[in-house]
Nanobody, 123 residues
Framework: QVHLVESGGGLVQAGGSLRLSCTASGNISSIEIMAWDRQTPGKQSELVASITTDGATDYADSAKGRFTISRDNAKNTVYLQMNNLKPEDTAVYYC?????????????????WGRGTQVTVSS
């Protein structure tokens, strides 16, 4: 069983910063991709940022220059540093991991999602 636990969400004024964390626990051998999505009611889920085991990153245009994703492979933890937050960043942020192998010989690539953490940015 794999669990993702997110933390760091909250209420912040526009221009402020928040740092989200997500730790994956359970029987995990490797995680190739760790990422953050966000969901606003009535809108499609948006991939905010992703990072591979080797540190290659990708960002949504809305996040470039303001958000930084990083990870600690030894701790199976991914972070999202969010600076200069805007009211339009208000959403539930979900951590997810992809291409997860539960054992070295696992022939499948699994994916898991966290329960989400609310980020609210006031104007």
């Amino acid at each position: 069983q794999v669990h993702l636990v997110e933390s760091g969400g909250g209420l912040v004024q526009a221009g402020g910063s928040l740092r989200l964390s997500c730790t994956a626990s359970g029987n995990i051998s490797s995680i190739e991709i760790m990422a953050w999505d966000r969901q606003t009611p009535g809108k499609q889920s948006e991939l905010v940022a992703s990072i591979t085991t080797d540190g290659a990153t990708d960002y949504a245009d809305s996040a470039k220059g303001r958000f930084t994703i990083s990870r600690d492979n030894a701790k199976n933890t991914v972070y999202l540093q969010m600076n200069n937050l805007k009211p339009e960043d208000t959403a539930v942020y979900y951590c997810h991991i992809q291409r997860v192998r539960l054992t070295i010989l696992d022939p499948y690539e699994h994916a898991f999602w966290g329960r989400g953490t609310q980020v609210t940015v006031s104007s």
